[in-house]
T-cell receptor
Framework: SQQGEEDPQALSIQEGENATMNCSYKTSINNLQWYRQNSGRGLVHLILIRSNEREKHSGRLRVTLDTSKKSSSLLITASRAADTASYFCATDQGGSEKLVFGKGTKLTVNP | DGGITQSPKYLFRKEGQNVTLSCEQN?????MYWYRQDPGQGLRLIYYSQIVNDFQKGDIAEGYSVSREKKESFPLTVTSAQKNPTAFYLC???????????FGPGTRLTVL
């Protein structure tokens, strides 16, 4: 079952620009997580935001969560070519033992 | 060096053969997971284990089997019953349910 759905599916920007990706989900959650995957590699955890938090920052990353709309956004500021990757959101479906991942947003940052 | 390893990186199998993918972690995590990823797709959960000697089916367990005899190890067997096994397989571990997961580098399985 697909819980999170990222939007857009693909995004192409120039270095230095900001990139915004969105995630929508269907059921209640305890937390929402964002991961990055470079081509052909494993996923790397970026940030976790709890259901009682509205915004969280980590370096150039800013994540927001709106539980009333069941949506989250990931903002990458001042993007770099090295940010080129696929980005996935994952939710725990209200404390479930497992995470459910979306299909991801493929970000290309052009030098 | 703490981490999670998977081997082999690439695996080729003939139709009708069973193959076992290795996953080892030295992070002292209780929970371990196996995912399948198809091109341009997200991750789908195959099996997961919250504790040694216990595991549960995920969303697409048919044609797969696992064991969890040691905390550090969670091997996945892709059996001949799996109709379309060619995919990228990812193993992950977590200190507890709902927490961040640490992923291995993946194994790309191709059925010839």
């Amino acid at each position: 079952s697909q819980q999170g759905e990222e939007d857009p599916q693909a995004l192409s920007i120039q270095e230095g620009e900001n990139a915004t990706m969105n995630c929508s989900y269907k059921t209640s959650i305890n937390n929402l997580q964002w991961y990055r995957q470079n081509s052909g590699r494993g996923l790397v955890h970026l940030i976790l935001i709890r259901s009682n938090e509205r915004e969280k920052h980590s370096g150039r990353l800013r994540v927001t969560l709106d539980t009333s709309k069941k949506s989250s956004s990931l903002l990458i500021t001042a993007s770099r070519a090295a940010d080129t990757a696929s980005y996935f959101c994952a939710t725990d479906q209200g404390g479930s033992e497992k995470l459910v991942f979306g299909k991801g947003t493929k970000l290309t940052v052009n030098p | 060096d703490g981490g999670i390893t998977q081997s082999p990186k690439y695996l080729f199998r003939k139709e009708g053969q069973n193959v076992t993918l290795s996953c080892e972690q030295n992070l002292n995590h209780d929970a371990m997971y196996w995912y399948r990823q198809d091109p341009g797709q997200g991750l789908r959960l195959i099996y997961y284990s919250q504790i040694v000697n216990d595991f549960q089916k995920g969303d697409i367990a048919e044609g797969y089997s696992v064991s969890r005899e040691k905390k550090e190890s969670f091997p996945l067997t892709v059996t001949s019953a799996q109709k379309n096994p060619t995919a990228f397989y990812l193993c992950a571990s977590s200190i507890a349910k709902g927490r961040e997961q640490f992923f291995g580098p993946g194994t790309r399985l191709t059925v010839l």
